[in-house]
């Protein structure tokens, strides 16, 4: 299978496995927690210029479905230095860009070619960035009294003291969401800081074992399907192992991917012959992709998809040959080709 196929069944992957989407509440207030909590997984930005593209239209309330054209118009404004070798239309010239993104991205070994680590290293840094720009707008927006920190009615005000009282932890209900926000509550003083505030919005991307921990139980609960509080082979043959599977194949271009039965006796480690949630932990990232896990991945999709002569590595010349692979997000949404939004219930 084809690295190329194998990107897009992960991209699947994270589109049918996000576990955060607030069903039981009014629909209102369903779009704009899926909107304030990230559900529709953006491809990774390439450009911090087009990142910033996306945050302009982002505070526009404007999103991925906007007219990104008006809002080139807006970042001239803001961002004059992104069109000062704008081409004819006064569109952003991505030959020039990648000419001035290469060196920043060619720096150990600076040696003129750009290898994986250095791709990822660089795909990882506008991640973290995008992730920090969201929650700071959040934190701003979010935090009535200006203290810094935001509380659970500061941010979800739809839930009344009677509601989280039930704590009913059906999903989407008060009590679920409770649930999360205690978990990044590390202090635990009842406020989200900027760090705590960026865990429960991307809990995929949190290392806080509470929040991964939660993750892989609401995740085993949708596998578990004689409801025993484990997996069986059977099970995690047909959930787990598929996932894991797609994964590493394009990891390892379909070498050395281990067995349902080899993996599952590897991750059984009492060998009672069921998984519970902390034998699956080594399996998280998998099972539990957030984007800067699905950053390393595109980080080498960009790699396989411009590296011409298929020695690992990129040169100016061939990025420039495939200047349209790094600035995917842009061009789809000029062409209004748009990708789906990622919250549907499974």
Do not use: C
Request: proline share 4%.
């Amino acid at each position: 299978m084809g690295r190329a196929v194998v990107y897009v069944l992960i991209f699947a992957a994270f589109a049918a496995f996000f576990v955060f989407s607030p069903s039981d509440l009014p629909d209102r207030n369903r779009q704009e927690l899926t909107r304030r909590l990230g559900y529709k997984f953006r491809t990774p930005t390439f450009d911090p210029l087009v990142a910033e593209l996306e945050r302009i239209a982002e505070e526009r309330e404007l999103g991925s479905r906007g007219n990104v054209i008006g809002v080139e118009q807006t970042a001239k404004a803001k961002i004059p230095e992104a069109y000062r070798d704008s081409n004819d239309e006064g569109r952003l010239n991505i030959s020039s860009r990648l000419v001035v993104l290469f060196p920043l991205v060619d720096h150990s070994p600076k040696d003129g070619l750009i290898n994986y680590e250095e791709m990822s290293n660089w795909i990882t840094e506008q991640t973290i960035n995008k992730l920090n720009s969201r929650t700071g707008r959040e934190l701003a927006f979010y935090d009535k009294n200006g203290d810094g920190a935001i509380s659970f009615h500061e941010y979800l005000p739809q839930f009344t003291e009677e509601d989280i009282a039930r704590n009913e932890t059906g999903h989407g209900q008060a009590g679920w969401w409770k649930q999360q926000f205690t978990n990044a509550d590390v202090d635990p003083n009842g406020l989200l800081s900027f760090d705590e505030l960026k865990d429960f919005l991307h809990p995929q991307d949190s290392s806080n074992y509470r929040i991964q921990n939660w993750l892989l139980s609401e995740k085993m609960k949708r596998m578990d399907y004689d409801r025993d509080g484990k997996l069986s082979f059977d099970e995690f043959l047909h959930h787990a192992y598929d996932i894991y599977k797609s994964y590493i194949e394009f990891e390892t271009q379909g070498d050395d991917v281990p067995t349902a039965e080899e993996k599952f006796d590897e991750l059984d480690l009492d060998e009672d012959e069921v998984l519970t949630v902390e034998e699956l932990r080594p399996l998280f990232q998998y099972l539990n992709p957030g984007e800067l896990s699905h950053a390393q991945h595109y980080a080498a999709h960009l790699i396989n998809e411009a590296d011409d002569n298929k020695d690992g590595f990129l040169t100016l010349e061939e990025m420039l040959k495939h200047e349209y692979v790094f600035y995917t997000t842009l061009y789809e949404n000029q062409n209004g080709d748009y990708e789906d939004d990622f919250h549907d219930e499974l």
